[in-house]
């Protein structure tokens, strides 16, 4: 059975930081395409950007450009999402999910096969 989870999330003032992990069970994440999104109250989910499986390029959003940046612990075995500067409407529940290399081509959310439970994410003060 595919398991993912992230891992990290909690109470953030804003202007800080973030950093959330996702990490398999009984696999490796490290041939696939691994993305990160959000989905904030009454919103839909969004994608922030996502990691290649093939080369570990990465590609964002235009609203998480500059602002977040996605790469592989190889030593955790996971991957991770750092986000800086946060806002209060950063506030969601963040997932992480996998694909292969067409997820990675087109982020969108339908191509990622597998999904983490989420975890919560409050910016406040």
């Known amino acids: 059975q595919v398991q993912i989870a992230e891992s990290g999330g909690g109470l953030v003032q804003p202007g800080g930081s973030l950093r959330l992990s996702c990490a398999a069970s009984?696999?490796?994440?490290?041939?696939?395409?691994v993305g990160w999104f959000r989905q904030a109250p009454g919103k839909e989910r969004e994608i922030i950007g996502c990691i290649s499986g093939i080369d570990d390029s990465t590609d964002y959003a235009d609203s998480a450009k500059g602002r977040s940046f996605i790469g592989r612990d190889n030593a955790k075995k996971s991957v991770y999402l750092q986000m800086n500067n946060l806002k209060d409407d950063d506030t969601a529940i963040y997932y992480c999910a996998i694909g292969d290399d067409s997820a990675f081509q087109s982020l969108d959310i339908s191509d990622f096969d597998h999904w983490g439970q989420g975890t919560q994410v409050t910016v406040s003060s």
């Open positions: 009984g696999f490796s994440l490290d041939y696939y395409a």
